[in-house]
C-alpha cells in the first residue's frame, strides 16, 4: 500500500484529511499548553513527557530520550538540568555504568509532582472523552498509537 502523500501546503484545503489531522495536532498541542498554564501546573509539557518516559525507563539516559523524540542532545540535557535542579530527576546509582552519560530515574519529589500532574491531565481528557463509547475510546487509543509508532524518515 503507498502511503498518502502530503498536500502542496499552498492547496490545503479544509476536507483534506492529512491537512485536517495535522491542524488537530496543532490544537492538541497548543491546548495541553494552554491547560498547563491556565491551572498553574508545576509541570510542564515538555517537563511531563521527560518524566513520563523516565518513569517508563528507569536508568536511561539523555541520549535515549534525545532519540526517542527525536531532539539535539543539548536540548534535552537544558531540560533535564531544570528537573534535576528542582529535584525531580536524578542519577540512578542502582543502573550500570556506561560511557553514554547519567543513568536517570525520578526522586520521591519528581513521582510525587508527576503523579499530581498526570492527575490533572487525566481529568482534563477525561472531561473531553466524555460520551464517547468505549469502542470509539479504543479506536482513537489504538490510532494515536500507530500514528505515534511510525517512523520519520
Known amino acids: ?6 498536500p502542496d501546503p499552498r492547496d490545503r484545503t479544509s476536507s483534506d484529511p492529512i491537512a485536517r489531522v495535522q491542524r488537530e495536532l496543532l ?4 491546548r495541553g499548553t494552554a491547560r498547563v498554564r491556565r491551572e498553574d501546573e508545576v509541570l510542564s509539557v515538555v517537563d511531563r513527557s521527560l518524566l513520563t518516559y523516565i518513569q517508563d525507563n528507569p536508568g536511561c539516559r539523555a541520549v ?8 539535539n542532545r543539548s536540548t534535552v540535557s537544558r531540560q533535564l538540568a531544570a528537573l534535576l535542579e528542582h529535584g525531580y530527576v536524578a542519577a540512578d546509582d542502582d543502573a550500570p555504568g556506561g ?4 543513568a536517570l530515574r ?19 481528557v ?16 489504538r490510532m494515536l498509537e500507530r500514528y505515534n509508532a511510525a517512523p520519520d524518515e
Open 126 to 141: 477525561a472531561r473531553r472523552l466524555e460520551g464517547w463509547s468505549e469502542t470509539d475510546l479504543e479506536a482513537f487509543a
Open 99 to 102: 560511557s553514554r552519560g547519567i
Open 106 to 124: 525520578l526522586t520521591p519529589a519528581g513521582g510525587r509532582a508527576f503523579d499530581q500532574s498526570t492527575r490533572t491531565v487525566l481529568d482534563s
Open 27 to 30: 490544537t492538541l498541542g497548543r
Open 64 to 71: 535515549d530520550i534525545a532519540a526517542h523524540f527525536q531532539l
Open 1 to 6: 500500500m503507498t502511503p498518502p502523500t502530503a
